[in-house]
């Protein structure tokens, strides 16, 4: 028998892994060996676990009828059955050239034979025998699958026993009686185990009882949360479990029928953040759930919407939204009817401390201006003057008020000052916008004519648009107050809208060209600004508001100080006389703070006047040599002022502090000036407060 070698026709079969058998095979024998050419083909190779090597008999006329091969174990087992790898599996070329068994008679020392009929195929086959002790196994040819080239002779690439060895069988044997012994000891250990939980089990009930009476809530919890944590007996987890949800219905019975909601809460605190709260959830929700409908009674029956909003408050903090928005809602009607009714005594702290802190919904707030509103109409009712009214609004000055309460407070401003106000709104151009440049292309069709054949082109004009201020309209306040008294106002208002406009703005587009979008832009404005008022006069002024007339435009007023007439007289004269006596009044009366800019002014004009400066040189003076120079300002008023002066022969400019009726004395140094050109100029003067 040869061995193939085409290189072009060789298939390599996967290779077999194959696993240590059961039973130790000693030595194999065989009735005959094909003689080896570049292989060997002993029985050995039958039970060496490679599927590159394989046994065969020698070549017989009878196609190996009668061939045997024989395996000796290494000790007497129990055989059970026998794997095979028929013919010769190195590859799939040499499996089909060569013979490979198609029958067979499978003989054990024992006496038992059973005859087993193979597959033609190159995997493992399994073929059962009748449980025997035996010393070795034979398997005897009687029929082969011919091979395509060398049918005569066929071969077991593989031959692995299976069964159980005297030895392992005894082994089992005793490892039973071992766990039969090991489960009897458990058995009456688990018995004494079981007295003893039982025992621990008691002692823990009254442990649990007696720490129940005799801590408080908290410390009890505490201690329960670490005995449940440590135990590993689930029946212990499940008596503290028991006694937490016993003392937890124990809780809610008493203190609802004690109607103590306080007691309730602080028993949900405690017990909400155990580990006893997934287990107990629904119980201890139930001391929340309780707790609230008890405040609720009690609120809804006093009709204290103090009680409503430290209600929602308190149980709305459990929560990362609020649900109890139906508490403000009790709470807003609550007031508002007692306001109408005159019941509200301290305005101030029923409105500020119960509602600033609220994030109202937008019906809510709505509600709450109404309510401040209602406030604001009793209380203004009874005052006399505008100091009364300005110290009453001091306490609102953190309170948004919308338009309707700025403009009540307002009117009754103006009606205690005797003075009218009136606004409009005049439509028209208001300014201008630029409108940005951008570049367009228009196409257009050419016919021109040659020889008589016209010819049609199209052209392009490039263009711009563009680039250029062109008028905005919308809306300019238009704003008047009458003072119909026979006395002059200081009036300080403020002004504020939301300023609506549109701006141009360039929109490129990689498929058309640029173009110019309009955005609308919404401002805020708010601006501050004092009038003077005089008596029987009337001041009219105007403030552009946008693109749209603004519906939150209003004109609040800050503060009226009234001013005497007398003293308005003089302000003229303070700001533009030369009188210096009445200008330093002015400049420290805060009622001028209005006019002190120019009161100021004035006051620093009337000082100057009264300034001496002199320069003084010594005698060595000479302009080619640095010289000392002294320069002193004489202050001849009572007012302290700051001056910056400057020189021709200083480099830098100096500011000083020169005291009342005193003199300031300041030494310099000079270089390249004559003495008669020696100059100093005051850049700066102002008062020195």
């Not at 045997?68 to 010769?88: H, R, T, Y």
Request: with cysteine; proline share 2%; glycine share 4%.
């Amino acid at each position: 028998m040869k061995k193939l070698f085409f290189a072009l026709s060789l298939y390599l079969a996967s290779s077999f892994v194959w696993a240590d058998t059961n039973i130790n095979i000693k030595s194999a024998t065989a009735s005959s060996v094909c003689p080896a050419d570049s292989a060997s083909y002993e029985p050995q190779n039958a039970i060496d676990n490679k599927s590159s090597t394989a046994w065969f008999p020698k070549r017989t006329r009878k196609a190996n009828q009668g061939e045997w091969i024989k395996l000796e174990f290494a000790e007497p087992s129990i055989i059970s059955g026998v794997d095979i790898i028929n013919g010769w599996v190195e590859s799939k070329n040499n499996w089909l050239h060569n013979s490979r068994v198609k029958s067979a008679v499978i003989t054990l020392s024992s006496g038992v034979t059973q005859s087993i009929t193979l597959k033609d195929v190159m995997s493992v086959q399994h073929f059962s025998v009748p449980e025997s002790e035996a010393t070795w196994l034979k398997i005897t040819i009687e029929d082969i699958y011919p091979g395509n080239v060398w049918n005569q002779e066929s071969g077991l690439t593989q031959i692995s026993v299976l069964g159980t060895t005297k030895e392992q069988i005894r082994l089992a044997a005793l490892r039973k009686e071992k766990a039969a012994e090991k489960a009897k000891l458990e058995k009456l250990d688990a018995k004494k185990q079981a007295q003893a939980k039982a025992r621990y089990l008691i002692e823990l009930q009254n442990t649990l009882d007696e720490k129940t009476a005799t801590l408080s809530r908290a410390d009890f919890l505490i201690e329960a949360s670490d005995l449940f944590k440590s135990e590993t007996y689930p029946e212990a987890k499940d008596i503290i479990s028991q006694h937490i949800g016993d003392l937890l219905q124990a809780t809610l019975n008493k203190h609802s029928q004690t109607n103590d909601p306080l007691a309730l809460m602080s028993a949900y605190d405690g017990y909400r953040i155990s580990v006893f709260e997934k287990a107990h959830h629904d119980l201890i929700f139930l001391l929340f759930k309780t707790a609230f409908e008890i405040d609720f009674e009690k609120a809804k029956k006093d009709k204290s919407s103090d009680h409503l909003l430290a209600m929602y408050k308190r149980y709305g903090s459990y929560y990362d939204e609020n649900p109890y928005s139906q508490l403000v809602d009790l709470a807003l009607s609550i007031d508002m009817k007692n306001a109408e009714q005159g019941l509200i005594e301290d305005p101030v702290v029923s409105l500020l401390s119960k509602y600033q802190d609220l994030v109202f919904e937008e019906s809510q707030q709505a509600r709450y201006q109404d309510l401040i509103g209602v406030v604001l109409s009793k209380k203004l009712k009874t005052m006399t003057n505008s100091e009364q009214v300005s110290e009453f609004l001091n306490a609102f000055e953190d309170i948004e008020l919308n338009v309707a309460n700025k403009k009540l407070i307002n009117n009754h401003i103006f009606n205690l000052s005797g003075i009218r106000f009136r606004e409009t709104f005049r439509e028209g151009k208001i300014g201008e916008r630029y409108v940005p440049v951008i570049s367009k292309s228009q196409s257009y069709n050419e016919t021109r004519y040659i020889n008589g054949v016209a010819l049609n082109e199209t052209k392009f004009n490039d263009y711009t648009e563009g680039g250029y201020d062109e008028s905005r309209f919308g809306f300019t306040a238009v704003y008047q107050l009458f003072n119909e008294s026979a006395q002059t106002y200081l009036v300080d208002v403020e002004i504020s809208a939301t300023v609506s406009n549109t701006e141009y703005k360039k929109k490129s587009s990689w498929s058309g060209p640029d173009r110019n979008v309009q955005v609308k832009k919404n401002n805020v404005l708010v601006k501050k600004l004092t009038y003077v008022l005089k008596a029987n006069s009337e001041l009219k002024d105007q403030i552009i508001v946008g693109e749209k007339k603004p519906s939150d435009f209003m004109v609040s007023v800050v503060n009226i100080t009234p001013v005497d007439n007398e003293w308005f007289n003089k302000l003229s004269v303070a700001m533009e006389g030369d009188d210096i006596g009445l200008t330093t009044e002015y400049f420290f009366d805060d009622k001028a703070l209005f006019w002190k800019p120019d009161v100021a002014a004035n006051l620093a004009r009337q000082v100057y006047m009264s300034l001496d400066k002199t320069i003084i040189t010594g005698d060595k003076f000479d302009r080619d040599f640095k010289s000392p120079v002294q320069v002193v300002f004489t202050n001849n008023t009572e007012i302290a002022i700051t001056l910056t002066y400057k020189s021709n022969f200083m480099e830098q400019a100096r500011t000083v502090n020169i005291k009342g009726n005193s003199e300031f004395k300041d030494t310099v140094t000079a270089l390249g000036r004559n003495k008669d050109d020696l100059k100093v100029t005051v850049e700066m003067l102002e008062p020195w407060l």
